[in-house]
């Protein structure tokens, strides 16, 4: 059957390849840079593209006869997302136009608030091209087949005389859902209303490892095996909720598919229960595709943000968040814990004598030994250049100054060999407890700094310990300090 031309009845418009014309689409971003490569890849792919900055803008847009579809960033600088979905879907001249959220916040909640208010789909940012324009295809391919049932449902009742030629279009049209079914990216699985397979497209097989006469027949839990990535605890069945009558059904969040040869996939999906005209339940259709790779790359990017990517330590900003929540432990408990700020004593030395690759040697090695005396529910991080901070969680003052004193000896007896040169470094060590007492985290990492400030002027390569945060001796610090600054 021929399956290259599009035909968009409500205007009368033909799609072909020699037109090259495959839909009209409005854009709503208020980033410049958003609108330019989104309008730029559809163009170039043969849609017809508008655009708009605001949620108001957005709405005059939308009353356009032309718009068949709408890609919607949910923060903008007027109106949310949400509330210009609302008011489209509230208009009787919009409320057919499928939209498709775009936006950074890839949270459930997000996603569901956004198909309650009547979005179509979800698309996490930074998207992927493949993934926008495999969308936009379906969607535009799922409204348009809608547009023509129901026209010939329509039909149907007026024209009696015209009986067989409408079964013949239906039929037609059934075809080319098969097809479109058999061609879009994402995985489709169809069961009947006791949750057994009766249709899987090509991705579906591939994802899951069964051939679709293979699952023919099967209950859907034995061809879709899903379970949380943390615990690793068998996760509902979407299908199973979409057939007690709710409307869209989406996955929880770390949820991967184990296929039939044990290949794990991270995925994303949404099910919805299929309705005959009446509003039985005939079935449910589950919809779903692969996004381990872009899970990965967040849970790398949000690695990266934490972490120190020369010794692989938690950085400060990820250390003082782990110091805050330390603090609030103890305000309403009899909680301990003990903060030590390091400071590497002639670091500055071995940078200038033996170069700035020795030094990050030396550091990345410091950081090996250091781990080695500490706890292992203990957190050691880099705060930048050769300053490192330990919170010893439970951890009573009188401990905390042994393990201090231990970590002092270590770096102590350390010989760090470079380029046939031995070189030798101390460290010095200020410790100061973390209790109910606590304030917060500015005066608890500056009476450790202080404390350091303190050992280095004892010698360097000593451990200095502050009992109390109205010590006099660092209160005296803090006052040369302030005279110095």
Not at 48 to 56: F, I
Not at 247 to 275: H, M
Not at 345 to 373: S, Y
């Amino acid at each position: 059957m021929e399956i290259s031309r599009i035909v968009d009845r409500t205007s009368d418009r033909v799609s072909d390849p020699v037109t090259n014309y495959r839909g009209n689409i409005l854009i709503v971003d208020d980033l410049p840079d958003n609108l330019r490569l989104l309008r730029d890849t559809l163009s170039a792919h043969g849609y017809k593209v508008r655009s708009a900055t605001t949620g108001a803008m957005a709405i005059r847009a939308a009353q356009s006869p032309w718009t068949e579809l709408i890609l919607l960033d949910i923060k903008l600088a007027d109106l949310d997302g949400y509330e210009v979905c609302k008011q489209l879907k509230s208009d009787e001249k919009t409320a057919g136009i499928p939209i498709i959220f775009l936006s950074v916040l890839n949270e459930t909640f997000n996603k569901v608030q956004g198909l309650a208010v009547g979005g179509v789909d979800y698309i996490a940012k930074p998207f992927q091209v493949e993934e926008v324009l495999a969308r936009v295809e379906t969607h535009l391919t799922i409204r348009r087949l809608q547009q023509s049932l129901q026209e010939q449902n329509l039909r149907l009742l007026r024209e009696i005389e015209e009986r067989q030629r409408l079964e013949e279009s239906l039929f037609a049209e059934k075809e080319l859902a098969q097809v479109t079914l058999q061609s879009i990216g994402d995985a489709v699985i169809t069961t009947n209303a006791q949750g057994n397979v009766r249709y899987f497209n090509p991705i579906a097989e591939q994802l899951t490892g069964w051939k679709a006469h293979e699952a023919q027949g099967l209950p859907l839990s034995a061809v879709f095996v899903i379970v949380n990535e943390v615990t690793r605890k068998p996760v509902e069945n979407p299908i199973a909720k979409a057939l007690l009558e709710k409307p869209i059904v989406g996955l929880a969040n770390d949820t991967i598919l184990i296929a039939r040869d044990g290949t794990e996939y991270a995925i994303e999906d949404s099910a919805a229960p299929i309705r005959d005209r009446q509003g039985q339940i005939l079935g449910a259709v589950i919809v779903f595709h692969d996004v381990t790779e872009s899970r990965n790359l967040a849970r790398q990017l949000s690695w990266e943000a934490t972490h120190d990517a020369l010794t692989g330590l938690i950085n400060r900003r990820g250390f003082e968040q782990q110091l805050i929540e330390a603090i609030v432990s103890c305000q309403d408990s009899n909680q301990q814990h003990a903060l030590c700020y390091l400071d590497l004593d002639q670091f500055k030395l071995v940078n200038d004598t033996a170069g700035h690759a020795a030094g990050d040697e030396l550091l990345r090695q410091i950081t090996t030994l250091l781990q080695k005396g500490v706890r292992a529910n203990d957190t050691l991080a880099r705060l930048g250049g050769d300053e490192f901070g330990l919170l010893l969680t439970q951890c009573p003052l009188s401990q905390a100054a042994k393990i201090a004193e231990k970590l002092k000896d270590l770096v102590h007896q350390f010989r760090f060999i470079w380029d046939s040169k031995t070189l030798s470094i101390g460290v010095s060590i200020g410790v100061v407890a973390i209790n109910h007492t606590s304030k917060d985290l500015m005066e608890v990492m500056g009476a450790a700094d202080a404390a350091c400030y303190v050992a280095k002027g004892k010698g360097r390569n000593c451990v200095h310990v502050f009992y109390r945060l109205d010590d006099e001796e660092l209160i005296r610090q803090r006052g040369e300090r302030h005279v110095v600054s």
